[in-house]
């Protein structure tokens, strides 16, 4: 059984979480509003290394704007442990996506060094940069660089929706693309990586599990695209003379839920979360419009084949109402089955706990994901309400938090041998 006093501080998650909360892009509208590569979420980097520096452990940032803060064990020679997750957001997020596994994170590493507790691995609590894709379609940035994934050669080339590229983006930061290989880890310096997180979903609530540990990371595939009628008066053009970017755009759409829907492509979410139409006057028929297309599975062929059938769908559809169309390539992540030692050992943590886990998939993609290029990674999930996440309804208890806290530290524990 873990030490009762191991368990882990509501209070102080809760003052955690809230302090993150505060830093939102003013005049943002609801919720949380903290993109990748912005001052802001320089900014929560800072909070994260100033109080782990407080705390008395070591904490550099890399080229890539990760933040890592170790803790020593009694053997140098030993590979690290690591824990962590990401502070950057959607826009009108919620308070706890990324941020539960950094402030369990910290919670972890407060607990280690109050009690004393005696650890022979390097234990290391990390913040990822960038992990949403929101802003330049690549999830997953700074873990991506972190495991070879992604290097200096890829950044220039992905634009925010003003034209900013990555590259740009974390110079304006002070980072230095150019110089991201730096921050490449090293298999032989890492024992395994453990992120908590929430869930994004709603399989624990319908459960009623508190806590869950995954077995596989969803992948996706991303790409844009472009439409292109002909602008013309809404009340002048007769409707057989009409070129209309919008009709053809819905009519993409739709055909997008239903290939997502086929039997065939059983696992499979489909979604257009993003339209822009052209010139946006009520009183013109759109000359363009722009979809961002976000497919995601659990099986890498199928994943990329309803890709591949969305656009080629959609070409027929726009060549039959006389439409051009261009698509953009932006990201693609295959699905990773993560290692079961890892999940097993999770699992025997919150068994030690009194709790038996829910062994589930993730719909989300993770940093964790991206680590395990590097070592065995495992994740422990917390619910969600209602399965509500990229929103600021997002909301899972305090409790619950602390609850996948208190489960995160003793299995560090249990990686570095301390715990059965
Ligand atoms: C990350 O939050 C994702 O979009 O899966
Ligand atoms: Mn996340
Ligand atoms: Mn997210």
Known sequence: MIPVDLAADQARLRELIDTFA???EPDSGPGVT????TPLERRAHAVFADRMSALGLTVHSDAAGNTIAELPGDDPALPAIGTGSHLDSVPNAGSYDGIVGVC??????????EHRVRHRHPVRFVVFAAEEGARFGQAC??????AGLTGADDLPGKHDANGVSLAEAMASVALDPAAVHSARWAPADWAAFV?????????LEAAGARIGVVDLISGSTRFRLELTGRASHSGGTPMHLRADAVTAAAEVVLLIEALANDEHNEGTRATVGKIEVAPGSMTTIAGAATLWVDVRGTDTDRQRRTAREIVAKAEEICARRGIGLRTEHLADTPPVRLPAEVRDGLAAACRMLGLEPRVLPSGASHDAQQINHVTPTGMIFVPSRDGISHDPAEWTSIADIALGTTALTASLLRLDGRLP
């Open 141 to 146: 940035t700074g873990s991506r660089i972190a």
């Open 104 to 113: 369990g994170a910290m919670e972890a590493a407060r607990l280690l060094v």
């Open 22 to 24: 505060t830093l939102s």
């Open 195 to 203: 992120e908590l997180h929430i869930e994004q979903g709603g399989v």
């Open 34 to 37: 903290r993109l990748a590569y």
